[in-house]
């Protein structure tokens, strides 16, 4: 197959769970013992499917139907799905979780021959079929030379479907009539509801808990870790707005395992996430394939078909109330009852006393399961002052290993009710090792106490605070399960997507086998020392208790809450030096970060320097001329922050020579002029995002870096979020959008669903600007030093590894504390793992995240990173003083806000920030002459300069090994440790050479050019080059329309008239593959079959998908089919197709699109400007409509007019028989028309009419 299953690790715990209950028709005992285990240790992702696969087969199923099993469509939210389709889909699902991930999968038996893409679309697979009856299927089209008059049809996957030649009838079978019948053979939905277990059809329960009093609830709260922090910030809004709260400015306070105040266990845990290798789904724009449906029972024996395998509690999110968990307690079918167990453990303070605990707990399970029990209740509501509670994930995880290793896990449901659950994270760590459904009944019990002691302003009842609590829950869920690129709970459950950090390896091997965790760190003792520290405070042996919960202090700082690198201190001592450029205050600043030997925050807090060598005088060390280029700032977006703020810093670092960057926010024209005292405000990296604001011809052109954003630090795996009342005038028009109109960045690049696409986009960005180096932004996670050589390997200039910790203008609170790792362990892995590759020497090698001082950046760069990025720091420069208000507009100091009144408090200045950088470089050069060192070069990779301090201030501290941090790559003379070569870009054999001497006469004169060209698709990005040049001498007003018109015979590569600006057109006769039009800048771009084809173009893919993907001008005319997401964050192209895929038109800010054909479903999804116009003779577009953000409008005589005047055009230049109809009849044709607005767009543009502006950009 060609993709990822991402869900693999969660597959693999789950069969292994149910091998040894394995029984066939088809295999005796003693076989089917032989056939064991199905996969073996070490086997890729491909090779454990296709085990899987063959195994099922051989049990008796065909094969189509163990492909339905394993990859089913998207059905839980499908209305339109065919109920018997549908049925087959539930049924199975009961007992088989999905393989999910970004795949297209091939199979054969022999007889057959067929092909499957995952739930989502997120691989490209096209296909022709000729008249000579060959059938030849590529992810890519044009892959073999097929002469065009031998084409019967040409297609595409779709999304969850499958498309299957018969050998021995010597036929196709459709999707429809193949699921037809396969679906169609056994009476499935029958079965459901004979069998499945609907749980608001259960009889009331026998008993209930009362509610818990106020002191009851208070004391509870006190045992389990509740903070006022977490009812204010957490469990308050999620009550009241039904969202996960948002966050911002990133996190400095200590990792859980260096935090003196007691932890709740789950933030050991970091949140895996997709970078490059597969994408993050997007799980509010394409709900439809996401779900959190869950089944409570045993899976039965899967080998099987049997009515009773269904027979299961349904459960449509695992969030369960207090009601709901006693139906289930209750629950008595006959066949099928629950048994509770409780979590406590000797409140003692003995060693051992929570292992004998989690020994009797685990053995108490095992009797359940062989008692013939179906679900297992985990509770800790039996604690007192004499018994603890055990923490429920490390409860949960024990239970569910030992039931694997017994092969006794997939014979019950596993479900949590516990005190210590309230936040979203904390429900994530229980359902990804192994909880099939959850109940956190302090939570509601404090909802309820919040509001009975008016702590929540709320006319709001408990039933309704509730409802909006656990949608706030299950729409975090869907957040974090999609970073990873899961769209299913059930793939999620068990796949333990976490990396533990600061459990030693006995724990997690025996409580938490299989997790990855590299620093070792607390025992089953030091957790429930951590444990009993909460309940003795609840408990309290003393005369006078306390009578308040502690103050928390991990979002804001508080005088008594948890610690922060920036505190009220080390902000006022940074802001004076700077001010008054005075480095002995900086040093007093530095001392107070760097001295982390009482209180650690960081990694890098618990090293020293280790003297090797003997100390050099500083003068002997280069001098800090040469060292400033090394730095950058953060990418910020004008948007999140004041253009006062965002020029500031750029000033400040063109002065240094070193570079600021855009962020994902696009940048002003203006600012590439300098300023009349000569300073610059243009930002030299210029980065391109998922949202690809303001990503034109000019932008790349005007870049000294381009910078691919796959993650932030702060929300990996998440799309940018600007809400609307930042998107003043200025900013929509940078960014192309709409004032007023919140925006949010897709979580995926929708051109980067693998390595193979990272390295198309890195090669259209390097054709679209050969002088800037290609970089490309990752996030610290286990696995980053693989995916930064692929990288390196893709041909990026530059990787970069950002640090957990680094600043954000708003992220969900969840997303900032618990996602990613810090930059020391991902930069020591990417460096090592470069330097074993021997691929070290091709890239720079860069860092960010919370870097303060020059000490930071001397550790850096011992472990491997010869650049650094300073972003928080440089803001508190400016004067911000982390109120942590950036997402609400109202930021105190005017940077983080675009209200032109608090704009006006800015008073930072460009020195303040020369200073700051000229005091980091003065440390970092110390530290270098005291170490040794001359040159920065002869310092990078050398982390045998760095030891772990031996006298490690807290209990806590002593049990962690950082040796894998500082472990050193074996390298000899002949492997680089810092940049010294150059990419191969490959620039020297493509096809825009050739355009651009044709075109000279054009670039020189402005006089008009046209040429013919054949192509094939390994022509990729063509015209990127040939605009480029345009635009270096003709900016962004390019050429007049048509100068320079060029036809092309064949078949198209990826990006095919990718970031072409004005003056462009390119004409292909053929067809073309995915990303046609990318930041399309001005061009035009006409498409239509090869005039020897004999097939229907509109019945027929012609372009591929992610078509017109963050284009900002231009005009298409396509005649035939386009695939997925057609126009993706079009922000101002005009195009005329006649069909698209799912997903059309998504996240749409500008532009007209008219559809001449059918579209997909989820039409408009995010769409917030620009109209789409869709012919709709059948009536069947409004059920493929997303109508959460646009109307469907009648069309008025303006709208006839564009409408008209655009299918003209198509005609005139691709003959479109469809267009001619619709002309031909348009008075009559009119009426089958729809217009799609925005509701957004619609109020912007008749609040200008008001204002009497009478028209608004496309």
Same mark, same amino acid.
């Given at each position: 197959?060609?993709?990822?299953?991402?869900?693999?690790?969660?597959?693999?715990?789950?069969?292994?769970?149910?091998e040894?209950?394995?029984?066939?028709?088809? !295999?005796?005992?003693?076989?089917?013992?032989?056939?064991?285990?199905?996969?073996?240790?070490?086997? $890729?992702?491909?090779?454990?499917?296709?085990?899987?696969?063959e195994?099922?087969?051989?049990?008796?199923?065909?094969?189509?139907?163990?492909?339905?099993?394993?990859?089913?469509?998207?059905?839980?939210?499908?209305?339109?799905?065919?109920?018997?389709?549908?049925?087959?889909?539930?049924?199975?699902?009961?007992?088989?979780?999905?393989?999910?991930?970004?795949?297209?999968?091939?199979?054969?038996?022999?007889?057959?021959? %067929?092909?499957?893409?995952?739930?989502?679309?997120?691989?490209?697979?096209?296909?022709?079929?000729?008249?000579?009856?060959?059938?030849?299927?590529?992810?890519?089209?044009?892959?073999?030379?097929?002469?065009?008059?031998?084409?019967?049809?040409?297609?595409?996957?779709?999304?969850?479907?499958? !498309?299957?030649?018969?050998?021995?009838?010597?036929?196709?079978?459709?999707?429809?009539?193949?699921?037809?019948?396969?679906?169609?053979?056994?009476?499935?939905?029958?079965?459901?509801?004979?069998?499945?277990?609907?749980?608001?059809?259960?009889?009331?329960?026998?008993?209930?808990?009362?509610?818990?009093?106020?002191?009851?609830?208070f004391?509870?709260?006190?045992?389990?870790?509740?903070?006022?922090?977490?009812?204010?910030?957490?469990?308050?809004?999620?009550?009241?707005?039904?969202?996960?709260?948002?966050?911002?400015?990133? @996190?400095?306070?200590?990792?859980?395992?260096?935090?003196?105040?007691?932890?709740?266990?789950?933030?050991?845990?970091?949140?895996?996430?997709?970078?490059?290798?597969?994408?993050?789904?997007?799980?509010?724009? +394409?709900?439809?394939?996401?779900?959190?449906?869950?089944?409570? %029972?045993?899976?039965?024996?899967?080998?099987?078909?049997?009515?009773?395998?269904?027979?299961?509690?349904?459960?449509?999110?695992?969030?369960?109330?207090?009601?709901?968990?006693?139906?289930?307690?209750?629950i008595?079918?006959?066949?099928?009852?629950?048994?509770?167990?409780?979590?406590?453990?000797?409140?003692?303070?003995?060693?051992?006393?929570?292992?004998?605990?989690?020994e &009797?707990?685990?053995?108490?399970?095992?009797?359940?399961? +062989?008692?013939?029990?179906?679900?297992?209740?985990?509770?800790?509501?039996?604690?007192?002052?004499?018994?603890?509670?055990?923490?429920?994930?490390?409860?949960?995880?024990?239970?569910?290993?030992?039931?694997?290793?017994?092969?006794?896990?997939?014979?019950?449901?596993?479900?949590?009710?516990?005190?210590?659950?309230?936040?979203?994270?904390?429900?994530?760590?229980?359902?990804?090792?192994?909880?099939?459904?959850?109940?956190?009944?302090?939570?509601?019990?404090?909802?309820?106490?919040?509001?009975?002691?008016?702590?929540?302003?709320?006319?709001?009842?408990?039933?309704?605070?509730?409802?909006?609590?656990?949608?706030?829950?299950?729409d975090?869920?869907?957040?974090?399960?999609?970073?990873?690129?899961?769209?299913?709970?059930?793939?999620?459950? %068990?796949?333990?997507?976490?990396?533990?950090?600061?459990?030693?390896?006995?724990?997690v091997?025996?409580?938490?086998?299989?997790?990855?965790?590299?620093?070792?760190?607390?025992?089953?003792?030091?957790?429930?020392?951590?444990?009993?520290?909460?309940?003795?405070?609840?408990?309290?042996k003393?005369?006078?208790?306390?009578?308040?919960?502690?103050?928390?202090?991990?979002?804001?700082?508080?005088?008594?809450?948890?610690?922060?690198? !920036?505190?009220?201190?080390?902000?006022?001592?940074?802001?004076?030096?700077?001010?008054?450029?005075?480095?002995?205050?900086?040093?007093k600043?530095?001392?107070?970060?760097?001295?982390?030997s009482?209180?650690?925050?960081?990694?890098?807090?618990?090293?020293?320097?280790?003297?090797?060598?003997? $100390?050099?005088?500083?003068?002997?060390?280069?001098?800090?001329?040469?060292?400033?280029? &090394?730095?950058?700032?953060?990418?910020?977006?004008?948007?999140?922050?004041?253009?006062?703020?965002?020029?500031?810093?750029?000033?400040?670092?063109?002065?240094?020579g070193?570079?600021?960057?855009?962020?994902?926010?696009?940048?002003?024209?203006?600012?590439?002029?300098?300023?009349?005292?000569? #300073?610059?405000?243009?930002?030299?990296?210029?980065?391109?995002?998922?949202?690809?604001?303001?990503?034109?011809?000019?932008?790349?052109?005007?870049?000294?870096?381009?910078?691919?954003?796959?993650?932030?630090?702060?929300?990996?795996?998440?799309?940018?979020?600007?809400?609307?009342?930042?998107?003043?005038?200025?900013?929509?028009?940078?960014?192309?959008?709409?004032?007023?109109?919140?925006?949010?960045?897709?979580?995926?690049?929708?051109?980067?669903?693998?390595?193979?696409?990272?390295?198309?986009?890195?090669?259209?960005?390097?054709?679209?600007?050969?002088?800037?180096?290609?970089?490309?932004?990752?996030?610290?996670?286990?696995?980053?030093?693989?995916?930064?050589?692929?990288?390196?390997?893709?041909?990026?200039?530059?990787?970069?590894?950002?640090?957990?910790?680094?600043?954000?203008?708003?992220?969900p609170?969840?997303?900032?504390?618990?996602?990613?790792?810090?930059?020391?362990?991902?930069?020591?892995?990417?460096h090592?793992?470069?330097?074993? @590759?021997?691929?070290?020497?091709?890239v720079?090698?860069?860092?960010?995240?919370?870097?303060?001082?020059? &000490?930071?950046?001397?550790?850096?760069?011992?472990?491997g990173?010869?650049?650094?990025?300073?972003?928080?720091?440089?803001?508190?420069?400016?004067?911000?003083?982390?109120?942590?208000?950036?997402?609400?507009?109202?930021?105190?100091?005017?940077?983080?806000?675009?209200?032109?009144?608090?704009?006006?408090?800015?008073?930072?200045?460009?020195?303040?920030?020369?200073?700051?950088?000229?005091?980091?470089?003065?440390?970092?050069?110390?530290i270098?002459a005291?170490?040794?060192?001359?040159?920065?070069? +002869?310092?990078?990779?050398?982390?045998?300069y760095?030891?772990?301090?031996?006298?490690?201030?807290?209990?806590?501290?002593?049990?962690?090994?950082?040796?894998?941090?500082?472990?050193?790559?074996?390298?000899?003379?002949?492997?680089?440790?810092?940049?010294?070569?150059?990419q191969?870009?490959?620039?020297?054999?493509?096809? #825009?050479?050739?355009?651009?001497?044709?075109?000279?006469?054009?670039l020189?004169?402005?006089?008009?050019?046209?040429?013919?060209f054949?192509?094939?698709?390994?022509?990729?990005?063509?015209?990127?080059?040939?605009?480029?040049?345009?635009?270096?001498?003709?900016?962004?007003?390019?050429?007049?329309?048509?100068?320079?018109?060029?036809?092309?015979?064949?078949?198209?590569?990826?990006?095919?008239?990718?970031?072409?600006?004005?003056?462009?057109?390119?004409?292909?006769?053929?067809?073309?593959?995915?990303?046609?039009?990318?930041?399309? $800048?001005?061009?035009?771009?006409?498409?239509?079959?090869?005039?020897?084809?004999?097939?229907?173009?509109?019945?027929?893919?012609?372009?591929?998908?992610?078509?017109?993907y963050?284009?900002?001008?231009?005009?298409?005319?396509i005649?035939?089919?386009?695939?997925?997401?057609?126009?993706?964050? @079009?922000?101002g192209?005009?195009?005329?197709?006649?069909g698209?895929?799912?997903?059309?038109?998504?996240?749409?800010?500008?532009?007209?699109?008219?559809?001449?054909?059918?579209?997909?479903?989820?039409?408009?999804?995010?769409?917030?400007?620009?109209?789409?116009?869709?012919?709709?003779?059948?009536?069947?577009?409004?059920?493929?409509?997303?109508?959460?953000?646009?109307?469907?409008?009648?069309?008025?005589?303006?709208?006839?007019?564009?409408?008209?005047?655009?299918?003209?055009?198509?005609?005139?230049?691709?003959?479109?028989?469809?267009?001619?109809?619709?002309?031909?009849?348009?008075?009559?044709?009119?009426?089958?028309?729809?217009?799609?607005?925005?509701?957004?767009?619609?109020?912007?543009?008749?609040?200008?009419?008001?204002?009497?502006?009478?028209?608004?950009?496309?």
């Amino acid at each position: 197959h060609n993709g990822e299953i991402n869900t693999i690790q969660g597959n693999l715990n789950w069969l292994k769970t149910s091998e040894q209950g394995f029984t066939s028709p088809w !295999f005796s005992k003693e076989e089917m013992d032989m056939l064991q285990p199905i996969i073996f240790e070490g086997q $890729s992702d491909s090779a454990c499917l296709d085990n899987v696969i063959e195994f099922f087969t051989l049990c008796g199923r065909s094969l189509p139907h163990v492909m339905m099993m394993l990859i089913p469509e998207a059905w839980d939210h499908h209305e339109e799905m065919d109920p018997v389709k549908r049925a087959f889909y539930e049924f199975h699902a009961a007992f088989q979780e999905p393989w999910d991930g970004p795949a297209s999968i091939s199979f054969t038996d022999g007889k057959i021959i %067929g092909a499957t893409l995952d739930r989502n679309g997120l691989r490209p697979s096209r296909y022709c079929v000729t008249t000579d009856d060959r059938v030849v299927m590529a992810s890519e089209t044009g892959v073999l030379p097929i002469d065009p008059a031998l084409i019967k049809e040409n297609g595409r996957l779709q999304p969850g479907k499958m !498309f299957v030649v018969d050998m021995e009838r010597g036929s196709i079978i459709s999707d429809e009539e193949l699921k037809k019948d396969i679906c169609s053979r056994q009476p499935y939905a029958e079965w459901l509801n004979k069998y499945k277990i609907r749980l608001e059809e259960l009889p009331e329960p026998r008993v209930m808990f009362t509610q818990l009093a106020h002191e009851q609830v208070f004391k509870y709260q006190k045992a389990f870790g509740y903070t006022t922090e977490d009812l204010e910030t957490i469990i308050a809004p999620m009550a009241l707005e039904g969202k996960d709260p948002i966050g911002s400015m990133g @996190n400095d306070t200590p990792l859980a395992v260096l935090s003196e105040q007691p932890q709740h266990l789950s933030s050991y845990f970091k949140q895996l996430f997709a970078q490059v290798t597969n994408p993050p789904i997007d799980p509010i724009r +394409e709900k439809l394939v996401m779900s959190l449906a869950t089944f409570a %029972g045993g899976n039965g024996n899967i080998l099987v078909e049997e009515p009773l395998a269904c027979h299961s509690v349904a459960l449509q999110h695992p969030i369960l109330t207090n009601h709901e968990l006693e139906k289930i307690r209750s629950i008595d079918t006959g066949i099928f009852q629950a048994k509770t167990l409780q979590t406590y453990f000797r409140a003692d303070g003995k060693p051992g006393s929570l292992q004998r605990a989690l020994e &009797r707990l685990c053995h108490y399970a095992t009797d359940a399961v +062989e008692d013939g029990f179906e679900v297992i209740i985990l509770s800790d509501r039996a604690i007192d002052s004499e018994h603890a509670a055990i923490p429920s994930l490390l409860a949960l995880s024990s239970v569910q290993h030992h039931l694997i290793r017994k092969g006794y896990r997939g014979q019950v449901g596993l479900i949590v009710e516990a005190g210590d659950i309230w936040e979203v994270h904390h429900f994530a760590c229980l359902l990804g090792f192994g909880a099939t459904a959850i109940n956190p009944y302090l939570a509601f019990s404090t909802i309820r106490d919040m509001k009975l002691h008016e702590k929540l302003d709320t006319d709001l009842d408990f039933n309704q605070l509730n409802k909006n609590y656990i949608k706030a829950i299950a729409d975090g869920l869907l957040k974090v399960f999609s970073k990873m690129g899961i769209s299913t709970l059930q793939s999620y459950q %068990g796949a333990q997507i976490f990396e533990i950090v600061g459990l030693d390896r006995q724990v997690v091997n025996r409580h938490f086998t299989g997790a990855t965790s590299r620093i070792e760190g607390l025992s089953l003792d030091d957790i429930a020392r951590e444990a009993l520290a909460k309940h003795d405070f609840a408990f309290s042996k003393t005369d006078i208790p306390v009578q308040r919960l502690p103050v928390g202090g991990i979002y804001q700082w508080k005088r008594k809450g948890e610690d922060h690198l !920036f505190n009220p201190q080390t902000i006022h001592l940074l802001q004076y030096s700077t001010r008054m450029n005075d480095y002995g205050v900086y040093k007093k600043y530095a001392k107070l970060v760097n001295d982390q030997s009482e209180k650690a925050c960081t990694l890098r807090g618990l090293f020293q320097f280790k003297h090797r060598g003997t $100390s050099i005088p500083i003068e002997e060390v280069e001098p800090a001329e040469d060292i400033y280029h &090394r730095f950058a700032t953060g990418a910020m977006s004008f948007g999140s922050i004041s253009h006062e703020a965002h020029s500031t810093l750029a000033i400040a670092m063109n002065r240094l020579g070193a570079k600021s960057n855009t962020g994902e926010g696009g940048e002003d024209e203006k600012r590439y002029d300098p300023l009349p005292n000569g #300073d610059s405000m243009r930002s030299a990296i210029k980065q391109v995002a998922s949202g690809r604001f303001g990503v034109t011809s000019l932008y790349l052109t005007e870049a000294d870096e381009l910078q691919i954003k796959m993650a932030q630090g702060a929300k990996p795996g998440e799309g940018g979020q600007l809400p609307g009342h930042k998107v003043d005038e200025w900013i929509g028009k940078v960014r192309h959008s709409t004032p007023g109109v919140g925006l949010i960045s897709p979580p995926p690049h929708h051109d980067i669903y693998s390595i193979e696409d990272l390295a198309q986009l890195i090669f259209d960005l390097k054709n679209a600007n050969r002088q800037a180096r290609i970089s490309v932004k990752l996030v610290s996670k286990a696995g980053v030093g693989t995916i930064a050589a692929g990288v390196a390997k893709a041909k990026a200039d530059v990787v970069l590894i950002a640090g957990y910790d680094g600043g954000t203008g708003a992220s969900p609170i969840s997303s900032i504390r618990h996602a990613g790792l810090p930059w020391e362990l991902g930069l020591a892995e990417a460096h090592q793992t470069l330097v074993k @590759n021997k691929l070290r020497s091709r890239v720079v090698l860069q860092a960010d995240g919370q870097m303060k001082t020059g &000490r930071d950046i001397a550790i850096a760069a011992l472990l491997g990173a010869e650049e650094w990025g300073v972003a928080t720091a440089a803001l508190v420069v400016e004067g911000c003083i982390l109120m942590r208000k950036c997402h609400l507009n109202t930021c105190p100091v005017g940077i983080a806000t675009q209200d032109p009144e608090l704009r006006k408090r800015f008073n930072g200045n460009a020195d303040h920030v020369v200073n700051y950088f000229r005091f980091l470089v003065q440390e970092l050069r110390e530290i270098m002459a005291e170490l040794g060192f001359r040159t920065v070069n +002869e310092m990078i990779g050398q982390s045998d300069y760095l030891m772990q301090k031996e006298t490690a201030s807290h209990w806590k501290h002593r049990k962690l090994d950082l040796s894998p941090i500082l472990y050193k790559e074996p390298a000899d003379e002949t492997v680089g440790l810092y940049c010294q070569e150059t990419q191969d870009h490959g620039l020297t054999g493509v096809l #825009d050479w050739k355009l651009i001497e044709a075109a000279q006469p054009a670039l020189e004169r402005g006089e008009p050019v046209r040429a013919v060209f054949s192509i094939k698709n390994t022509d990729r990005a063509l015209g990127a080059m040939l605009s480029n040049e345009i635009t270096k001498r003709y900016r962004s007003a390019g050429l007049p329309k048509d100068t320079i018109r060029l036809k092309f015979e064949g078949t198209a590569g990826q990006s095919f008239g990718a970031f072409n600006t004005k003056g462009v057109t390119l004409e292909l006769e053929g067809d073309a593959n995915d990303y046609f039009g990318k930041g399309l $800048s001005g061009a035009r771009l006409i498409v239509y079959p090869s005039k020897k084809a004999r097939f229907a173009p509109e019945e027929n893919s012609i372009i591929g998908n992610v078509a017109f993907y963050g284009a900002t001008d231009g005009d298409a005319y396509i005649r035939g089919k386009a695939g997925e997401r057609f126009c993706v964050r @079009n922000s101002g192209v005009s195009a005329v197709v006649e069909g698209v895929g799912d997903h059309g038109c998504e996240y749409m800010t500008g532009g007209r699109v008219v559809i001449l054909g059918d579209t997909g479903r989820n039409f408009a999804a995010g769409m917030s400007g620009g109209i789409a116009y869709i012919y709709d003779p059948q009536g069947r577009f409004p059920a493929n409509c997303n109508t959460e953000m646009v109307d469907l409008d009648p069309m008025e005589e303006a709208d006839a007019q564009v409408v008209y005047k655009m299918i003209e055009r198509h005609h005139r230049f691709t003959d479109s028989t469809v267009a001619r109809f619709v002309l031909d009849d348009f008075d009559n044709q009119l009426k089958h028309f729809v217009k799609v607005f925005p509701a957004d767009f619609k109020k912007a543009l008749e609040k200008r009419a008001g204002a009497g502006v009478t028209k608004i950009d496309s």
